[in-house]
C-alpha cells in the first residue's frame, strides 16, 4: 500500500508501538440542510463535519456565539431566533465544507505532496513577509518578545 512512499515516511508507521490502520474522513455532504425543529438544532461537528483542514474549532465557536446572539436578540420567539441562526449557518458550512473539499483535493491525490507545496507556495506568493518570532530568519534561535 505504501511502495511509492519516501523511506522518511514509511519509518514514522514502522516506528509505531502497533499496527498502523489507515482510517477513513467521514464528512457531512456539501449543503447538507434540515428542516427547522423545534427545541433543537445542532453546531460544530454535529451540525457540519467536513474533511479536517483547520476550520472545524473555529467554525463550532462562530456557531455558539451566533447562536447565543440570536437567542438573546429574540428573547420571545426562540424557535425564530434559531432558525435565523441555522439559516446563516447553513450558507457559511457550505461554504467552508466546498472549501475544505477542495483542498482535500489538493492533498489527497496521487501527486498530494507535490500539489500541496505547489498549493502553499501560489497562496504564499502574495503575502508579505511576515517576521515571526526568529526575526524572519528560520535559523535564528527564538527570541522571546513583550507585547507593546
Known amino acids: 500500500m505504501y511502495a511509492d512512499w519516501a523511506p522518511q515516511l514509511t519509518a514514522l508507521i514502522d516506528a509505531c508501538d502497533g499496527p498502523f490502520t489507515p ?55 426562540p424557535f425564530a431566533a434559531v432558525r435565523a441562526y441555522e439559516t446563516a449557518m447553513f450558507e457559511r458550512a457550505a461554504t467552508a465544507a466546498r472549501a475544505s473539499a477542495a483542498v482535500m483535493d489538493i492533498v489527497i491525490s496521487r501527486d498530494g505532496a507535490r500539489n500541496t507545496l505547489d498549493f502553499f507556495q501560489s497562496h504564499d506568493a502574495g503575502l508579505p513577509d511576515r517576521p515571526g ?12 518578545r513583550s507585547l507593546p
Open 23 to 77: 482510517r477513513t474522513l467521514t464528512v457531512l455532504p456539501v449543503g447538507l440542510t434540515w428542516p427547522p425543529t423545534a427545541g433543537v438544532t445542532l453546531l460544530g461537528d454535529a451540525a457540519h463535519l467536513m474533511p479536517p483542514v483547520g476550520m472545524g474549532a473555529n467554525m463550532a465557536m462562530l456557531d455558539a456565539a451566533e447562536l447565543a446572539l440570536a437567542l438573546a436578540a429574540d428573547r420571545t420567539d
Open 133 to 144: 518570532p526568529s526575526g524572519g530568519n528560520p535559523d535564528a534561535p527564538l527570541q522571546e
